[in-house]
T-cell receptor
Framework: DAGVIQSPRHEVTEMGQEVTLRCKPI?????LFWYRQTMMRGLELLIY????????DSGMPEDRFSAKMPNASFSTLKIQPSEPRDSAVYFC?????????????FGPGTRLTVT | KQEVTQIPAALSVPEGENLVLNCSFT??????LQWFRQDPGKGLTSLLL?????REQTSGRLNASLDKSSGRSTLYIAASQPGDSATYLC??????????????FGKGTMLLVSP
């Protein structure tokens, strides 16, 4: 298995532009998580899906952020419009099933820089 | 809201030393405690998962312990090697929100093992 796949690996954009991050979870995993990592705040959960349905988006910082999971093998995180404070590494993770003791498998991340 | 703290934030040791990384959490009502490794520019790799009913888990030179009552976990690395250099994060899996549990991460300990 190729693991969790994220694209692009690096994204540099100007303030105000739309940014779309993509994730392909491990085949057969039912849960998908989007995280953001910064030096100041560490790793924060933004949103997670179970069986393609958003379960909790309370971590999404603002209305500028939106996430979709149209099918079991694909998810997007969109920022529109982007701002310099959105610069961070965004991770996607998937898990076989929700609940206790289920490991999460992380993708390599997308490093976003907004100038 | 669960808060996870890791100390020290950074640690530098010579090769061969045994070392301990510390993790504390504010809410002892956890399902499990997980330790991850993150290499520069990479995603997170799960190292050890301790269920709330367990006291410790071992994998090779790594040993993780859990004391729920005091809200603490430690990761012990025996005979450290330069290849152990990475950032180590702990995360607690907390009771369900909306029916599904989530991970709360510490900010990590950056470890450097010099030859």
């Amino acid at each position: 298995d190729a693991g969790v796949i994220q694209s692009p690996r690096h994204e540099v954009t100007e303030m105000g532009q739309e940014v779309t991050l993509r994730c392909k979870p491990i085949s057969g995993h039912n849960s998908l998580f989007w995280y953001r990592q910064t030096m100041m705040r560490g790793l924060e959960l933004l949103i997670y899906f179970n069986n393609n349905v958003p379960i909790d988006d309370s971590g999404m910082p603002e209305d500028r952020f939106s996430a979709k999971m149209p099918n079991a093998s694909f998810s997007t995180l969109k920022i529109q419009p982007s701002e310099p404070r959105d610069s961070a590494v965004y991770f996607c993770a998937s898990s076989p099933q929700p609940g206790t003791g289920s490991e999460q498998y992380f993708g390599p991340g997308t490093r976003l820089t907004v100038t | 809201k669960q808060e996870v703290t890791q100390i020290p934030a950074a640690l530098s040791v010579p090769e061969g030393e045994n070392l301990v990384l510390n993790c504390s959490f504010t809410d002892s009502a956890i399902y499990n405690l997980q330790w991850f490794r993150q290499d520069p520019g990479k995603g997170l790799t799960s190292l050890l998962l301790i269920q709330s009913s367990q006291r410790e888990q071992t994998s090779g030179r790594l040993n993780a312990s859990l004391d729920k009552s005091s809200g603490r976990s430690t990761l012990y690395i025996a005979a450290s090697q330069p290849g152990d250099s990475a950032t180590y994060l702990c995360a607690s899996e907390t009771p369900p929100h909306g029916g599904y549990s989530t991970l709360t991460f510490g900010k990590g300990t950056m470890l450097l093992v010099s030859p």
